[in-house]
């Protein structure tokens, strides 16, 4: 987020370079069965005719709006977007006018505020570790702001700051290679190991899941994924968490009485 290193930082400055051009290629892809497409182009397709917090917000999403629709029995008319929203305020709240800079602050209002930083606290206090996150530190991050965005980001390699500050410390190797994310082998897991336990507990129905789920789309998504091989690791593994946090929390605790409450 400081340094411009993610790809998706690459995606909005290829963007902004195509100007209209990206946009309207993004409406006409509209056409395409993007079903059959990998996750992350499927996503890139659909956030390239969005603009603003709306394209970020999609970059992040697992399930677009009308996905969240056919998969949520009750009516999502009225009901506010949270995520939307605190990405909103984040743009607003970036006082200059660099583009990628504000994008850069987005994320690390949002996505590492809200999302990373909370990970990383849990887990370490979990494993009684205490996690330090230098780069942090307020007077670097100030510093980091207040230059342009060029000087992070630039012909599509990110995080140039850091790789001219320490040449004498890090290996060639280190400093010229792709950024490289904690990605979790998830479709691997999911059609391996976890394949059974997957089916029997979407199976299952002693929870209020399939209350406020429909079931329909559910089994659509497992069967694109294990019948079709098409990539919906990532659905089905958000969908599955719900599942398991349904019987364990709320069947327990009786949270949620009621059919499509």
């Known amino acids: 987020e400081l340094f ?12 902004a370079a195509l100007g209209p051009l ?23 397709l659909e956030a390239a ?9 999609r970059l992040r999403s697992t399930f677009t709006k009308e996905e969240s629709g056919r998969l949520i029995l009750a009516s999502l008319e009225g009901i506010p977007n949270a995520s939307r929203e ?10 200059a006018g660099d583009h990628l800079n504000r994008i850069f602050f987005q994320d690390l209002k949002t996505y590492m505020q809200d999302d990373l930083l909370m990970k990383i606290d849990k887990m370490s206090m979990l494993a009684s570790l205490e996690a330090r996150v230098p780069f942090l530190d307020y007077r670097l991050v100030e510093f980091v702001f207040s230059l342009p965005s060029r000087y992070k980001l630039r012909g599509g390699r990110g995080k140039l700051l850091l ?13 010229q290679r792709r950024k490289h994310g904690f990605v979790l082998p998830v479709g691997r897991w999911l059609r391996g190991d976890l394949r059974d ?4 507990t979407f199976a299952a129905t002693d929870d209020p899941f399939y209350d406020h789920v429909n079931r329909r789309e559910v089994d659509r998504i497992l069967h694109d994924f294990y019948g079709s091989g098409l990539d919906r690791a990532l659905p089905l593994w958000v969908l599955l ?8 929390v709320v ?8 059919k499509h409450s």
């Not at 993610?6 to 963007?15: A, G, V």
């Not at 001219?164 to 410390?169: Q, R």
């Open 22 to 44: 990206g946009s309207l290629a993004g409406r006409a892809s509209a056409a395409l069965p993007h079903r059959h497409l990998p996750a992350p182009a499927r996503r890139a």
């Open 163 to 175: 790789r001219s500050a320490f040449p004498d410390f890090l290996p060639r190797r280190t400093l």
């Open 241 to 248: 968490w719900l599942k398991i946090w349904c019987r364990q």
């Open 197 to 200: 336990y997957v089916r029997d």
């Open 4 to 15: 411009g290193g993610y790809d998706k930082y690459r995606f909005e400055q290829l963007l």
């Open 251 to 258: 069947r327990q605790t009786g949270a949620v009485t009621g």
């Open 49 to 57: 005719a969005l603009t603003g917090p709306a394209r970020q917000l």
């Open 86 to 95: 605190a990405m909103e305020d984040a743009a607003r709240s970036y006082p």
